[in-house]
Antibody
Framework: EVQLEESGGGLVHPGGSLRLSCAGS????????MSWVRQAPGKGLEWVSV???????FYADSVKGRFTISRETSENTLWLQISNLRTEDTAVYYC??????????????????WGKGTSVTVAS | QSVLTQPPSVSGAPGQRVTFSCTGS?????????VHWYQQLPGRAPKLLIF???NRPSGVPDRFSGSKSGTSASLAITGLQAEDEATYYC???????????FGGGTQVTVL
């Protein structure tokens, strides 16, 4: 069965750092685009970052320069290093496998497998 | 404020049909990017419901259907059931922002 499991969340002070992990099973993380999506308390979903299977990375403007997405082949794991945390970064962080296809002029991407999420609280 | 606009809530009686929209612009849905939908049950992670405007992954009941026209997309649920109470999010790609974007979510209540 294809599954994702996040860990590493917790309570951190503003300006602090955390490293979130997402362990994949039933598929090879390196063979897929992988993404992080977050959800602040009572709010909607916000895309955070993606890593392509070639290693290219992209970030939402709200986290650019503070968050780093990476992956570990031997552990079949996706990482998100989150630094210089702000109170507005408080959220449940989900990792998701990304699927893509071409339609007309564009390549389209969607998240076909999601983890259960890990909670990050930034507070003093 | 979300780049894709969804009504905050809709409701219907069991067995009824409900539809709701996801409105974008000429830099996302309108320029040709497809729309995907996710269902989030209370306290649970999101789950893929529809991809590529109107395609259901294996295991998703056929009473869920999607469509896209112009700068908008819609999700329809026919034969509404109590287990459909959830928040539904649309997602696409925005060419101007170079970001994947979500709608703000529509909470479906079964009366």
């Amino acid at each position: 069965e294809v599954q994702l499991e996040e860990s590493g969340g917790g309570l951190v002070h503003p300006g602090g750092s955390l490293r979130l992990s997402c362990a994949g099973s039933g598929f090879i993380v390196n063979s897929h685009y992988m993404s992080w999506v977050r959800q602040a308390p009572g709010k909607g979903l916000e895309w955070v970052s993606v890593i392509y299977y070639g290693g290219e990375t992209f970030y939402a403007d709200s986290v650019k320069g503070r968050f780093t997405i990476s992956r570990e082949t031997s552990e079949n794991t996706l990482w998100l290093q989150i630094s210089n945390l702000r109170t507005e970064d408080t959220a449940v962080y989900y990792c998701a496998r990304v699927a893509g296809y071409r339609s007309g002029r564009f390549r389209n991407y969607y998240m076909d497998v999601w983890g259960k999420g890990t909670s990050v609280t930034v507070a003093s | 404020q979300s780049v894709l606009t969804q009504p905050p809530s809709v409701s219907g009686a069991p067995g009824q049909r409900v539809t709701f929209s996801c409105t974008g612009s000429t830099s996302n849905i309108g320029v040709g990017y497809d729309v995907h939908w996710y269902q989030q049950l209370p306290g649970r992670a999101p789950k893929l419901l529809i991809f590529g405007n109107n395609n259901r992954p294996s295991g998703v009941p056929d009473r869920f259907s999607g469509s896209k026209s112009g700068t908008s997309a819609s999700l329809a649920i026919t034969g509404l059931q109590a287990e459909d109470e959830a928040t539904y999010y649309c997602q696409s790609y925005d060419h101007s922002l170079s970001d994947w974007v979500f709608g703000g979510g529509t909470q479906v209540t079964v009366l």
